[in-house]
C-alpha cells in the first residue's frame, strides 16, 4: 500500500480467547508520519484509562501514539491492546463502549 496520500487506514485488533474486537485509525500528516486515534470508548473513560494529560481530539478521540508506517501502527496498538486496554477492562467489567 501506498502510504503517502492515501489519508487514512484502520489498525484492527482481535483476541478470539476473549472474543474481542477493536480498531484505531491512522492518519497521515505533514511531517511523513501517521498519527493513531482511538475514539471506541466514551471520553471520560479515555480518561481513566490514559490520564487526564493525553491529547484528546474532539472527533477522532484520543492520540495513542505516531508511527512510521502501517507495519509499526499495527505492533503498537497491540502491545497498548493488550498492556493497557484488555487489563483496564477486565478490571472494569461494566465498562461500555462509544457506540454500543
Given amino acids: 500500500m501506498t502510504q ?3 489519508g487514512h487506514w484502520h489498525v484492527d485488533y482481535y ?5 474481542f474486537f477493536t480498531t484505531a485509525t491512522g492518519f497521515y500528516d505533514d511531517i511523513e508520519a501517521w498519527k493513531v486515534f482511538f475514539d471506541e470508548y466514551r471520553t471520560e473513560d479515555l480518561y ?9 481530539d474532539k ?7 505516531t508511527a512510521t508506517d502501517y507495519n509499526d501502527a499495527q505492533e503498537k496498538f497491540s502491545k497498548w491492546i493488550e498492556s ?11 465498562l ?3 457506540y454500543a
Fill in 4 to 6: 503517502e496520500n492515501y
Fill in 15 to 19: 483476541n478470539e480467547e476473549l472474543d
Fill in 48 to 56: 481513566k484509562i490514559l490520564g487526564s494529560n493525553c491529547s484528546m
Fill in 59 to 65: 472527533d477522532l478521540g484520543v492520540l495513542l501514539f
Fill in 84 to 94: 493497557v486496554l484488555i487489563p483496564y477492562i477486565k478490571a472494569n467489567p461494566k
Fill in 96 to 98: 461500555k463502549r462509544k
